[in-house]
């Protein structure tokens, strides 16, 4: 391969730990070579939630098996590699420390330049991996169980921007919350999906969240699910108080049509607010039957064209922080040096830290 | 040659020989910034000794005990700089570095090493001495204690705020040469996650 074809077309291998997947991936240039998910979602499964040591804990224990599976799996060596690149944030501390300080070491020990990337970017970046055209601006969507954002990315590698995001709860964290209420199991997502479907979206009218004309003013972009799970738990009480039954199904499938329903509209808002007719998903809600049927739905009645990735590619991944440091490459942008440290709440005008 | 890593207090790193002892050594006393000041101490160590990875015939680690955020940054770079340079993981418990310096420098006989566990805790080994060959002699711990017990104990006593990498890997040298098997793979956290179930979920109606 001649050295212009490699600037354009870097290998580069992605680190990610900054929640409960640690994530190695594998990218020449926008081809994705490999994508090793190791979760430690089942021991967190007790806790009805991520417990960020017990996470910590086994990013270490699972991240160089992840990397030998994942150089497996892309029939590469390390010494082939052009870059490597890791989350430094947002996320867990603890948990982004233990992928910060691999990648760092590996980086020194091969002698290759390192990229420390931004997270919530990665779940963009995501998207150069699909074979199709990207094209920007876009406005992007992530939804899970520790983020719901809001973006416009005008540029991948110059240009993103906050438009809002979440006040209190996830949308993932409030399915988690309200599958307990429900007596359902850790991860709530799947479970509300399933027990949605022989419900009524339409038997219970739960609020929301900022979607008032009061709200809009100051949260015109930014999302809110605390008072929906505490709205769907005194709905759930009071049942239960009275000696009646609760109708899992209907409460379940008025839930996430709530979730769907906010969030959906705020991005097809978003997007005709900025004459940007793109939306693209990312984040494990993406994997929601009804997020992703209300998406479809309403962006083709507003015609803005729809992008979601396939679903390895929504969840944490270590390929999407590989494509997103391949980008970095490719535009000629200087390593991060071996200085920065974790940052649990990098902002995502921080592409590369 | 070794690279020697050890995040159990601070971050200290250093490259070591058989023969000539510490070749270069850089360490950072903060005990919250391994994370950031690893990867550069690494690059130093490597350039003061004027070595190439392919000159090294593995790294050295301190698994603990010691506080996990720290512990595992360490134990991290460790493992993925052995996958890079494609030399073996070899793991020491940082409590013996501690004890195999106070031996080399002239000290014997018993002595309880300890290191600061925070929540007003101790990290604490108990040694017996050195033997024939100067390693030290481990008769209990390493493990986790409140200070008032260790305080009470008649023995000479070793607080230690830092641990030396250069030590830590002298000593894996010199375990290495004869034939004393390393520490296990499991990181010496001492303690548990820091969780409790919850009681399921609260009433938010009066």
Redesign the interface.
């Known amino acids: 391969m001649t050295r212009e074809h490699r600037a354009h077309e870097p290998l580069v291998l992605g680190i990610e730990t900054s929640c409960d997947e640690t994530g190695v991936g594998i990218v020449r240039g926008t081809t994705l070579l490999a994508n090793v998910i190791a979760s430690s979602m089942d021991e967190h499964a007790?806790?009805?939630g991520v417990?960020p040591?017990?996470a910590?804990?086994a990013?270490?224990e699972a991240?160089?098996p992840t990397?030998?599976t994942a150089l497996e799996q892309a029939d590469v060596t390390?010494a082939d590699l052009d870059a490597v690149a890791v989350t430094s944030g947002p996320g867990l501390?603890?948990a982004?420390?233990?992928?910060?300080?691999?990648?760092?070491?590996?980086?020194?020990?091969?002698?290759k330049p390192?990229y420390a990337v931004n997270h919530l970017v990665g779940h963009v970046g995501a998207d150069v991996l699909t074979g199709e055209d990207v094209e920007h601006p876009t406005v992007a969507l992530l939804v899970s169980g520790g983020h719901t954002s809001l973006l416009l990315v005008r540029d991948l590698v110059n240009d993103v921007e906050m438009l809002g995001e979440t006040i209190d709860d996830a949308a993932g964290e409030a399915f988690d919350?309200v599958a307990?209420?429900l007596g359902l199991p850790y991860p709530g997502g799947p479970e509300i999906d399933r027990a949605a479907a022989s419900g009524d979206p339409t038997a219970i009218r739960f609020p929301r969240g900022l979607s008032l004309p009061k709200d809009m003013e100051k949260h015109r972009y930014d999302f809110s699910f605390s008072g929906l799970k505490?709205a769907v738990?005194?709905w759930v009480?009071?049942r239960r108080?009275a000696g009646e039954e609760v109708p899992v199904a209907d409460v379940a499938a008025s839930f996430r049509e709530a979730v769907a329903d906010v969030l959906i509209t705020k991005a097809v808002a978003a997007c005709r607010d900025l004459g940007v007719p793109r939306l693209l998903l990312g984040g494990g809600v993406v994997a929601n039957a009804r997020v992703r049927a209300l998406a479809e739905e309403r962006c083709a009645a507003a015609g803005i064209a729809l992008r979601i990735p396939p679903f390895s590619l929504c969840t944490d991944n270590g390929a999407m922080i590989a494509a997103l440091g391949a980008q970095l490459v490719a535009a000629g942008r200087p390593p991060s040096g071996?200085?920065?440290?974790?940052d649990s709440t990098l902002p995502v005008t921080s592409i590369q830290a | 040659m070794l690279l020697s890593i050890d995040t159990s207090a601070g971050t200290s790193v250093a490259v070591v020989d058989r023969d000539r002892g510490i070749i270069a050594e850089h360490s950072e006393a903060d005990t919250r910034r391994h994370a950031e000041v690893i990867g550069e101490l690494i690059a130093r160590c490597l350039t003061d000794a004027g070595v190439a990875v392919t000159g090294l015939s593995g790294v050295a680690v301190g698994m603990g005990p010691g506080p996990f955020t720290g512990l595992r940054v360490g134990i991290a770079a460790a493992q993925s700089f052995a996958l890079g340079a494609a030399r073996p993981v070899v793991r020491v418990v940082s409590h013996d570095a501690i004890a195999y310096g106070h031996y080399a420098s002239g000290g014997s006989g018993p002595l309880l090493v300890t290191t600061d566990a925070r929540r007003r805790e101790l990290y604490w080994s108990e040694y017996a001495g050195a033997d024939e060959q100067g390693l030290p002699v481990r008769v209990e711990g390493p493990g986790l204690s409140s200070p008032d017990p260790i305080a009470s104990r008649d023995i000479r006593r070793l607080d230690a705020q830092e641990v030396s990498a250069g030590a830590l890997g002298t000593l894996a040298e010199a375990m290495h040469l004869h034939g004393r098997s390393f520490a296990g793979e499991e990181p010496l956290y001492l303690r548990s996650p820091d969780v409790t179930l919850a009681a399921g979920p609260k009433r938010v109606s009066g």
């Open positions: 007790r806790y009805g417990v040591e017990i910590a804990r990013h270490l991240l160089t990397l030998t390390l501390s603890g982004l420390m233990v992928g910060v300080g691999a990648a760092k070491a590996l980086a020194v020990s091969l002698d390192l919350k307990r209420l505490t738990a005194r009480e009071q108080d071996l200085g920065f440290g974790a």
